[in-house]
C-alpha cells in the first residue's frame, strides 16, 4: 500500500470510528451554523483534530487544507481534508456522509481516500494505480446513453447566481434520463461514479474538500472530470462534471445548450 494511503486510511478510519461512536446521542450534540443552512458539530471538529494529528505524526512537515481549520503550512505537498461530508444528513440521522481525505503536490491530485463509516465501505485511488473499494479493483460503468443513466447531483443552497441554468439543465436530465439522486455528500457521490453505481455526477459551487478525493478516485476508475466548460479548471471553480467517458461528454453537451 503506497505510504500516502497507510496515513489516510488511518486517519479516517479513526475519524470514522469519532462519527459513529456520536450517531446515538445527536439531540446532545453541539451544532453551530457557519453559513445559511451550512452547519458544523463537534463531531465535525473532533474528527478533523483526529486525522490531523494522525497525519502530523507522520508526516510533520507537510500542508494541511481542512474544512474546520483552513490552511495549515506552506509545502510542497498538502492534505486536503472533509471530516465529515454530509454534515447536514448526519446530524439528520440519515446515513449518507463520509470522511474524504486527498494528498496534493502543486496542483496534482497524488492519493485519496474516502471512507463510509455508515457501511464500512473505503475506496482508495492513487494516481497512476487505479481506484480500489475495500481492497477490490473498481472502474466506472460501461453504460452508453443518457435514457439508461442514473446520475447524481448536489442542488444549489449556498449561492444560487447560477441557479437558472441549473434548474434549465436538471429539467432536461429529468427528462432524458434513468433518474437523478441528490443524496447530500459529495465524495460519496463521486466515489459512486468511480463504482460504477452512478453513471455520473455535477455540482457546482464546491470547496477542494469536498471532491479532491473523489476526483481522483473517478479519474483512477477510467472516468472523465471537468468542469462545465470542459476545462480542468474544477479545482479553483468549484463546479464540477464526473461520468463515464461515454455519459460525461454527453452531460457537458447538454449543459452547455442549457444556457
Request: net charge positive.
Given at each position: 500500500?503506497?505510504?500516502?494511503?497507510?496515513?489516510?486510511?488511518?486517519?479516517?478510519?479513526?475519524?470514522?470510528?469519532?462519527?459513529?461512536?456520536?450517531?446515538?446521542?445527536?439531540?446532545?450534540?453541539?451544532?453551530?451554523?457557519?453559513?445559511?443552512?451550512?452547519?458544523?458539530?463537534?463531531?465535525?471538529?473532533?474528527a478533523e483534530e483526529e486525522i490531523i494529528r494522525v497525519i502530523r505524526r507522520a508526516y510533520p512537515d507537510h500542508a494541511i487544507l481542512a474544512e474546520e481549520s483552513g490552511q495549515q503550512g506552506d509545502a510542497d505537498f498538502e492534505w486536503i481534508i472533509d471530516p465529515l461530508d454530509g454534515t447536514t444528513n448526519f446530524l439528520h440521522g440519515f446515513p449518507q456522509f463520509a470522511v474524504s481525505i486527498a494528498v496534493?503536490?502543486?496542483?496534482?491530485?497524488?492519493?485519496?481516500v474516502v471512507y463510509d463509516p455508515v457501511l464500512q465501505e473505503l475506496y482508495t485511488a492513487v494516481k497512476g494505480?487505479?481506484?480500489?473499494?475495500?481492497?477490490?479493483?473498481?472502474?466506472?460503468?460501461?453504460?452508453?446513453?443518457?435514457?439508461?443513466?442514473?446520475?447524481?447531483?448536489?442542488?444549489p443552497f449556498l449561492d444560487h447566481h447560477?441557479?437558472?441554468?441549473?434548474?434549465?439543465?436538471l429539467k432536461v436530465f429529468m427528462q432524458q434520463?434513468?433518474?437523478?439522486?441528490?443524496?447530500?455528500?459529495?465524495?460519496?457521490?463521486?466515489?459512486?461514479?468511480?463504482?460504477?453505481?452512478?453513471?455520473?455526477f455535477w455540482e457546482n459551487n464546491l470547496k477542494p474538500?469536498?471532491?479532491?478525493?473523489?476526483?481522483?478516485?473517478?479519474?483512477?476508475?477510467g472516468g472523465l472530470v471537468t468542469d462545465p466548460t470542459g476545462s480542468d479548471a474544477f479545482m479553483r471553480s468549484g463546479d464540477v462534471v464526473s461520468g463515464n467517458p461515454k455519459i460525461q461528454p454527453l452531460m457537458l453537451k447538454i449543459m452547455r445548450e442549457a444556457k
Open positions: 500500500m503506497h505510504p500516502f494511503i497507510t496515513i489516510a486510511v488511518r486517519a479516517a478510519r479513526a475519524a470514522g470510528n469519532i462519527i459513529t461512536r456520536n450517531m446515538d446521542r445527536l439531540d446532545a450534540l453541539q451544532i453551530s451554523a457557519k453559513d445559511n443552512r451550512d452547519f458544523v458539530s463537534e463531531v465535525d471538529r473532533q496534493r503536490q502543486g496542483n496534482k491530485l497524488e492519493a485519496g494505480s487505479g481506484a480500489q473499494l475495500n481492497d477490490r479493483r473498481i472502474r466506472v460503468s460501461n453504460r452508453k446513453s443518457l435514457e439508461s443513466a442514473l446520475l447524481g447531483t448536489g442542488l447560477d441557479f437558472d441554468n441549473y434548474l434549465k439543465s434520463t434513468a433518474g437523478i439522486r441528490r443524496a447530500g455528500s459529495a465524495a460519496l457521490d463521486l466515489a459512486y461514479v468511480a463504482a460504477g453505481r452512478l453513471d455520473g474538500w469536498d471532491m479532491a478525493a473523489g476526483v481522483l478516485l473517478v479519474q483512477e476508475a
